[in-house]
């Protein structure tokens, strides 16, 4: 069965600071996909990053990047000189078996 | 990308009735979902919407209470009956896109308050 697992249910960090949002995933399924969204307070889902379970290298995408750790089965997102605007709701989510599934998420707090 | 339109964008309604969602998509899609985020949770996948095929739903959601309706490869429905206060929840349409990265791409979300 799939699984995706975030175990920080919230964070505080102060602005400017880079920050470390954790995901771990479980799936059988050999060809995957993570990403990880963006839910601010007024709900829309925004997409923030891709990696795919055959790509080499750490995806990026500006300040944003994803720590890719296959044999440790983790997809951890790292975001760098963090901003107030960054304060949402981060979901890590994983593809797998031709649906996406999501973790609990994770509710970061930028502190001025 | 895709632009996603859910009608209605929140409603209330009472207890005992059903409700339809529609869900408007401005390109042909392949991949169609409707997922449940319950207050203060995270997305929980309801079922995959099958163009001319019946749904396929995950572990927990049935037909008779989430009938689902795609007609063509742009709208889909989805439909709440029998309404009780657990449902209360947005409700949230999404596609996959081919050629993307295989993201997913979400409506607005429609939010239901049951009495």
């Known amino acids: 069965a799939q699984k995706i697992t975030q175990t920080q249910p919230g964070m505080f960090v102060q602005e400017k600071e880079a920050v470390t949002l954790d995901c771990t995933y479980d799936?059988?399924?050999?060809?995957?996909?993570l990403f990880w969204y963006k839910q601010p307070s007024s709900g829309e889902m925004i997409f923030l990053i891709y990696?795919?379970?055959?790509?080499?290298q750490n995806a990026t995408e500006g300040r944003y990047s994803l720590n890719f750790q296959k044999a440790r089965k983790s997809a951890n997102l790292v975001i760098s000189a963090s901003q107030l605007g960054d304060s949402a709701m981060y979901f890590c989510a994983m593809r797998a078996d031709d649906k996406i599934i999501f973790g609990k998420g994770t509710r970061l707090h930028i502190l001025p | 990308s895709a632009v996603i339109s859910q009608k209605p964008s929140r409603d209330i309604c009472q207890r005992g009735t059903s409700l339809t969602i529609q869900c408007q998509v401005d390109?042909?899609?392949?991949?169609m979902f409707w997922y449940r985020q319950q207050p203060g949770q995270s997305l929980t996948l309801i079922a995959t919407a099958n163009q001319g095929s019946e749904a396929t739903y995950e572990s927990g959601f049935v037909i008779d209470k989430f009938p689902i309706s795609r007609p063509n490869l742009t709208f889909s429905t989805l439909t709440v009956s029998n309404m009780s206060p657990e449902d209360s929840s947005i409700y949230l349409c999404s596609v996959g896109v081919q050629g993307s990265a295989g993201e997913l791409f979400f409506g607005e979300g429609s939010r239901l308050t049951v009495l």
């Open positions: 990696q795919g379970s055959y790509d080499q």
């Open positions: 390109s042909q899609v392949t991949m």
């Open positions: 799936t059988s399924d050999p060809s995957y996909g």
